[in-house]
């Protein structure tokens, strides 16, 4: 039976909800971007270690990112059920997961020089993404920390917590790495370590504040102590999503350490120029695909499941609208887009803009695909359909994304060649997720346990 107490939201509060979301990742985005740019002038060995360390160092985010997802599933669900005192619980266990991962992540640093030298990185680059790396994982727990509570309020409906978050770590991070990358009076220069150095402070003082606003709004109410069976709930939902992420994402980085790396660090540099453009296109379809997925949860919660096909409709509209309007961009101006990414040299140039303008149009039908996954696969992950999800995502990128990639490769194919596979594993994806919804599956599921254990089909 529909619940009376629960209405269809419009699209307007699809935004409303959406753009502190949408603002919040791209201030995310705003910090690899401008560390990007700040050491282009240091040259394509930089540029390259700086954004391919930063991709290194995130796969190692992947998994406890993604596990931390799920408390926004399990907050939107409880807040449209009306359960504050789960929901508060929900909260310390996200806070639980970041914990574990800093002990993880602290552990993996003397392991980095030789995951490094198992790639086709050039000595210079590889010393200098060694060290950006290793000191990027020192800030793991705090960033996830930061995406369990933004989560658990965003779940709620408070997405500002999330933004404010991210704000001050881009406020604080952005003069900062200029004054450690470049120098400034008795602060010597430090190039790339510079970058790392500076999204560590930024990134923990984000945590202080999210931390402070978690605490802020149980105050006053009774602990709600801690419930094993309960933080085992969140693995089991949780862990299919951040290994998905993992994995997904560590594919990726083979197709860029394997595949790109090999062709040249002028390759490697311009891929890494328009994944830094398409972070920030990125960002906003994120965010408009995960407030779709809170209201997804919310109208579960408040057993109004009948509702979701129409929020997924407009959802994916949105989303693909904005793709859409960047692809534009994209296709008309992409050397002015590419211009701060531009090595130093004439002949630097040059070679930079050969590889980089034909890969930025190809990315334009990436991101359409990219647009219609994100917002079917939320969907499902808001109803806690993560399991599926995960094997799929996994047997289409290691059983066949990884393979082509490499041989194309090894067959001499070149960076246009090589980046348009990834426009057919998109394609493939967004079929997958949009079939898997409109199949129901989602419907039997029972993320917070209130009803009988339904299996997954």
Do not use: K
């Amino acid at each position: 039976m529909e619940a009376t107490h629960w209405r269809l939201p419009t699209v307007r509060a699809l935004f409303a909800l959406a753009w502190p979301m949408i603002l919040g990742r791209a201030a995310q985005s705003v910090v690899g971007f401008t560390d990007a740019v700040m050491v282009a002038p240091l040259g394509p060995d930089a540029l390259a270690a700086t954004g391919n360390g930063a991709l290194n160092a995130f796969a190692v985010f992947m998994l406890p990112l993604g596990v931390v997802f799920i408390v926004q599933s399990f907050a939107a669900q409880l807040s449209g059920r009306h359960d504050p005192a789960r929901l508060r619980r929900y909260g310390w266990y996200g806070l639980g997961v970041a914990l574990l991962s800093e002990l993880v992540a602290l552990a993996l640093i003397p392991a980095v020089p030789w995951l490094l030298a198992r790639a086709d990185y050039t000595p210079a680059v590889s010393a200098l993404m060694g060290d950006y790396i290793a000191l990027r994982l020192v800030g793991v727990g705090a960033a996830v920390g930061i995406e369990a509570i933004a989560n658990w309020f965003g779940g709620q409906g408070d997405t500002r917590v999330g933004l404010a978050a991210s704000v001050l770590v881009m406020v604080l991070n952005v003069p900062l790495a200029w004054v450690l990358i470049h120098g400034l009076g008795p602060v010597p220069a430090m190039g790339v370590r510079g970058a790392a150095l500076a999204s560590i402070v930024a990134t923990l003082a984000g945590f202080a504040y999210a931390l402070g606003a978690f605490a802020s709004a149980g105050r006053g109410e009774d602990r709600p102590g801690w419930r094993w069976e309960e933080f085992r709930r969140v693995l089991r939902f949780g862990l299919p999503n951040g290994v998905n992420w993992f994995l997904e994402f560590a594919a990726f980085l083979f197709f860029i350490d394997v595949v790109f790396a090999g062709m040249g660090t002028a390759a490697l540099a311009a891929l890494m120029a328009v994944l830094q453009l398409n972070s920030i296109a990125f960002m906003p379809a994120f965010g408009l695909a995960n407030a779709g997925a809170i209201h997804v949860g919310q109208a579960i919660g408040a057993d109004s499941a009948d509702a979701v096909r129409a929020l997924v409709r407009r959802t994916l509209l949105a989303a693909a609208a904005w793709m859409g309007l960047v692809g534009v961009g994209y296709a008309l101006a992409p050397r002015l887009l590419l211009a701060p990414f531009s090595p130093g040299s004439l002949a630097e140039r040059t070679a930079f803009l050969a590889v980089a303008v034909p890969l930025l149009r190809v990315a334009v039908a990436w991101q359409l695909f990219d647009a219609v996954t994100m917002v079917y696969s939320e969907t499902l992950r808001a109803a806690g359909d993560t399991a599926w999800p995960m094997r799929v995502r996994i047997a289409i990128s290691w059983g066949a994304f990884v393979p082509v990639t490499l041989l194309t490769a090894r067959w001499g194919g070149g960076p246009v060649v090589a980046l348009s596979w990834v426009v057919l594993y998109m394609a493939a994806l967004a079929a997958l997720m949009a079939w898997r919804f409109r199949r129901g599956a989602w419907r039997t599921m029972r993320l917070t346990g209130d009803e009988s254990e339904a299996l997954e089909p």
